[in-house]
């Protein structure tokens, strides 16, 4: 008996004597203590291996591996090197605040694998030698036989040899809320995971019965274990974002490298200055290239986007993934309670007389039941009243009302068929209940023995099929008729057809004496009718998903439901046709090669199992799309840390989950990640902006000294006073641009492909052209100044004063990237005004305190002198206010 081959035994498609025979194992006796350490030593401990984890100093260095965190080092370094110590301590603390952040968020995401391994039951009921005993779930081993009861963890995976209505929570694992009743029976051999009714997975809980089940395999072979390797072998991905400010930064180096080269180089062999002076010049002028403050921005409108994204219910774990969820063009999403309300509700109903449609979602008992569009009163519907009445005696379940709404005490299938009796007015209706036959998997129904006004009466709900087999008669409005199975097989078809769960109900006057009920008496019943019943989409999905649509981007249903209810809810919501859909099993006989090609295809895919998930989101990938995932079960852990973006669900997901993520819905709510995707991209607008607005900050002062040393002229501004525009303008003025709102069509814009550059096209234009703008004023203002009678002192204050003036201005052109500055957004970000404010203070305290005096060489200037920096600031704000009209113009006529 090999690992390979019990490893691949069908066990769900044998008979329990068959899986008993290939393990060597007893029912009634167990192995012995002996025939368990030999397996033992073979299998090893059941238990999953622990994640092999960084030690925390080199998950601390880690942090600082970025090109920008290097860029930010050497600016610090070569600010130390010129002794401007404020600088140096400034920059320094970006780098720190940036490694810390990184160091806490990836700290929670290495949790993730060990939440699966504490998900392992700690203790185990087995069989041995024929007697009862607890041990510790490490040392099951396979043909072990497990003793569980409700509320027991199971510790193994496990073939059922006995049960006694055995429902089971598999929600940690798969993420549905529905219990699944399991079997003793065998099912088809290419059931997938979902559908194996005869196997308990390590990890899911019994809530109801009793059952007696063998090891069939344990640690690293149970499901759990399957997708724990699946989540250790998935490598993290980096973000757009990081991909192509990794990328700008190494472009940014190279070129502020060779140009100070060639520059040093004219300077020597052209220029009569000594060495240390010309080493002076060319620190100055890596230090105006060097734009220190865009990580820090980077940083904050990250974090800024964070805290919007928290209030619109959006948790975001990884600050880097917050503008990814801008650039997606796919998102996979689970149905139960993402897409759908996680409520059951009751649709329709029907009688052998007529269709009834009820309205109303969820738990809440307000709705009308209508026939033909016309509202009806059961109290005047002998069948449907009595249909009503049934569903109220034959439920153990309760709703009530609370500050959170109607909420549920029972089975959901059960809270649907009470609201619907409570909005048919049965809410009073509470007969006494004398007996009753508890739900049982081996017959599907349930009934109850009920005094009501007319005499004792039994209730009785299930499967259809079984109850058509206890009823001979059904009720009409006229009296009783023969019953007419074809008739109501159709129906039971055609509900099913529109994606609903179908349930039957039936009753039986109880003739006999006493107050006890049997299965005998349920023979000859009298059937009443069927009810529809689905869990709802949620109201605002509809929106959210045309929103997603318009925006470009691709919404996907991935669900373990069967394909008729997910191809209904589908078209319910805007996904798919109502007919395409590709199954679990279907997806078992594609290549993962023809899963690239085909995955677009398909919008609704049903029965998945978490090897599907995986699969679709490395098949859309391929394809060089961006992928965001929902999931909530252990089983969607692999896939969301596959996923570009990978989104967990705050109320119903599970710790693994919520670790494997980038984001955490709060509410639950598929809308939730639809104002993630615009505050995604509004982020991603942002950082652009600042780029924007930082490069020609640094192209026009490097501008300045470069210009200067070429045309061999007295230096129009001192790199002490670069560094000093550098630093209150990246603490001030670019900092406003992370406040800026969401632009106006931001949503109706396809997402950004990969190849998409930062700064293409127009912007780059417009980087080159502001900054030598930027740097002619400067440079041009210190001349007419000298030219004027002010001495050279004055004359670079007021140069220094145009720099800042220009970039004041140049701050509000760049507020709007493609559309005028001016408009009804022009006052919404009070931070601009507010930073240009604090500006303004600064400069003057630039200018007229004598301890800036000493440290800049400053001094004090007239208010004529401000004037012009003020015309200069102008100007650059009208040039690139024409330019975007210009581009405007052409872009739309083209």
């Known amino acids: 008996m090999s690992t390979t081959t019990e490893k691949s035994q069908p066990w769900h498609a044998m008979s329990h004597d068959e899986v008993l025979k290939v393990l060597n194992s007893s029912a009634s006796q167990g192995l012995s203590e002996s025939e368990c350490e030999e397996r033992r030593k073979k299998y090893g401990l059941n238990e999953l291996p622990a994640a092999k984890q960084r030690t925390w100093y080199m998950r601390l260095l880690l942090q600082f591996h970025n090109v920008l965190i290097y860029v ?42 060990e939440g699966i391994r504490n998900m392992l039951s700690l203790k185990a009921v087995v069989l041995r030698d024929g007697h009862k005993s607890t041990i510790d779930a490490e040392l099951l081993v396979p043909g072990d036989i497990i003793v569980l009861k409700p509320g027991d963890k199971v510790p193994a995976d496990l073939r059922i040899i006995q049960a006694r209505d055995v429902r089971v929570e598999e929600s940690p694992l798969t993420g549905e809320s529905a219990t699944v009743t399991k079997q003793v029976e065998h099912v088809s051999e290419d059931a997938i995971a979902g559908d194996r009714l005869s196997l308990l997975f390590s990890g899911t809980s019994l809530t109801f019965g009793e059952a007696r089940g063998v090891v069939v395999a344990t640690g690293t072979q149970t499901e759990l274990g399957k997708i ?51 080493f002076l010049i060319t620190i100055g002028l890596i230090v105006a290239a060097i734009p220190e403050g865009l990580p820090a921005i980077m940083t904050i409108t990250l974090a800024i986007g964070v805290q919007r994204m928290a209030r619109r219910n959006a948790i975001i774990r990884r600050l880097p993934s917050v503008e990814t969820l801008g650039a997606v063009n796919v998102i996979c999403s689970d149905k139960t309670g993402t897409l759908t309300r996680n409520e059951m509700t009751a649709r329709m109903v029907v009688t052998a007389d007529k269709t009834y449609d009820v309205e109303g979602v969820g738990y809440e008992p307000k709705g009308s039941i209508k026939h033909d569009n016309s509202q009806v009163d059961p109290s005047n519907e002998t069948v449907l009243k009595r249909l009503l009445q049934t569903l109220r005696s034959s439920n153990n379940s309760e709703i009530n009302e609370d500050p959170k709404g109607w909420q549920l005490t029972g089975t959901p299938t059960e809270g649907a068929l009470l609201a619907l009796s409570y909005k048919g007015g049965m809410q009073d209706f509470d007969p006494e209940r004398l007996d009753s036959i508890p739900f049982d998997s081996d017959y599907k129904y349930m009934a109850t023995l009920n005094q009501m006004d007319d005499g004792k009466v039994i209730c009785i709900t299930g499967a259809p099929d079984r109850l058509l087999e206890l009823c001979k008669r059904q009720l009409h409005g006229d009296g009783e008729k023969n019953l007419d199975e074809k008739f109501w097989e159709q129906k039971v078809e055609k509900i099913a057809s529109r994606g609903m769960r179908v349930l039957g109900a039936a009753f039986l006057p109880f003739g006999e004496g006493g107050s006890s009920l049997k299965r005998s008496h349920l023979k000859d019943a009298i059937f009443l009718g069927l009810i529809g019943i689905v869990d709802p989409p949620r109201p605002e999905v509809v929106d959210a998903i045309t929103e997603c649509r318009e925006a470009g981007i691709r919404v996907k249903m991935i669900t373990g439901d069967h394909a008729a209810t997910a191809l209904s809810i589908g078209k319910e919501l805007g996904i798919g046709d109502g007919e395409k859909a590709m199954t679990g099993a279907e997806l078992e006989q594609i290549s993962d090669e023809k899963l690239v090609e085909i995955a677009e295809e398909y919008d609704v895919y049903a029965r998945t199992s978490p090897e599907h998930k995986l699969r679709l989101v490395k098949a859309l990938q391929a394809r060089n799309l961006l992928v965001a995932m929902t999931g909530d079960g252990v089983n969607d852990a692999p896939a969301l840390k596959k996923a570009n973006i990978g989104v967990a669900m705050g109320i119903k997901g599970t710790e693994v989950s919520k670790d494997a993520s980038e984001m955490v819905l709060a509410d639950d709510n598929f809308t939730s990640i639809v104002h993630a995707v615009e505050e995604g991209r509004t982020v991603y607008d942002n950082i652009r902006k600042a780029l924007i607005f930082i490069l020609p900050t640094n ?46 069509g931001t949503m109706e814009r396809p997402p950004r492909g990969r190849g998409d550059k930062l700064l293409g096209g127009v912007y780059g234009w417009r980087i080159l052209y502001v900054s030598i703008l930027i740097g002619v004023l400067s440079m041009w203002m210190f001349k007419y100044m000298k030219g004027f009678g002010l001495s050279e002192e004055a004359a670079r204050t007021v140069a220094v004063n145009t720099l800042v003036a220009c970039q004041v201005f140049y701050l509000f052109a760049c507020r709007q990237i493609r559309t005028p500055a001016f408009g009804k957004g022009f006052f919404t970000n009070r931070a601009a005004f507010v930073a240009a404010a604090i500006l303004l203070l600064l400069q003057v305290g630039f200018v007229y305190l004598p301890v800036m005096n000493t440290f800049f060489g400053t001094v004090a200037v007239g208010l004529k002198e401000w004037l012009y920096p003020t015309a200069a600031g102008f100007l650059v704000f009208v040039v690139v206010e024409i330019e975007k009209w210009l581009v405007g113009r052409i872009s739309g006529q083209s």
Do not use: C
């Open 72 to 113: 930010l080092i050497v600016a610090a370094v070569i600010a130390a090197l010129m002794d401007h110590w404020i600088d140096t301590v400034v920059i320094a603390a970006v780098v720190v605040i940036n490694a810390v952040i990184g160091f806490i968020q990836e700290g929670r995401a290495e949790r993730a694998l």
């Open 228 to 278: 724990n390797q699946m989540m250790s072998e998935v490598q993290p991905i980096t973000t757009p974002l990081l991909q192509k400010i990794e990328a700008f930064g190494k472009w940014l180096s190279v070129i502020i490298l060779g140009a100070t080269a060639l520059f040093f180089a004219f300077a020597w062999f052209f220029r009569d200055y000594d060495i240390n002076e010309l």
């Open 699 to 744: 192209g026009g002062e490097a501008f300045v000294l470069m210009a200067a040393v070429l045309l061999g002229t007295v230096m129009p501004i001192l790199p002490v006073q670069i560094l000093w525009v550098n630093m209150v303008t990246a603490v001030t003025l670019a900092l406003a641009l992370s406040f800026e709102p969401m632009e106006e």
